[in-house]
């Protein structure tokens, strides 16, 4: 079976977060448009040894997402 890879990036929204918030439906728009992929696995750019902490951010973060494109797009394609 052929596997795909789909690889997106962005800039760190964390430095516009006026403009993000304007544009969170976008950003929503994005991640239905990647939700019909239906990804099995989600990587994000992420210090390894933080990892424990990153798991954590997840689990709390159900719809409740801080301005970081980590959460904003990855956390919400993962959910």
Do not use: C
């Not at 993000?20 to 976008?26: A, D, F, M, P």
């Not at 424990?52 to 990855?74: A, R, T, V, W």
């Amino acid at each position: 079976m052929k596997k795909e890879l789909i690889l997106v990036g962005t800039y760190h929204f964390e430095q516009d977060k006026e403009l993000i918030e304007i544009k969170e439906k976008k950003v929503i728009d994005l991640v239905d448009y990647l939700a019909h992929y239906k990804p099995t696995k989600v990587a994000v750019e992420w210090e390894m040894s933080k990892n424990e902490e990153l798991n954590i951010e997840y689990q709390k973060s159900y719809e409740n997402y801080s301005i970081n494109e980590i959460q904003q797009i990855g956390f919400r394609l993962a959910k």
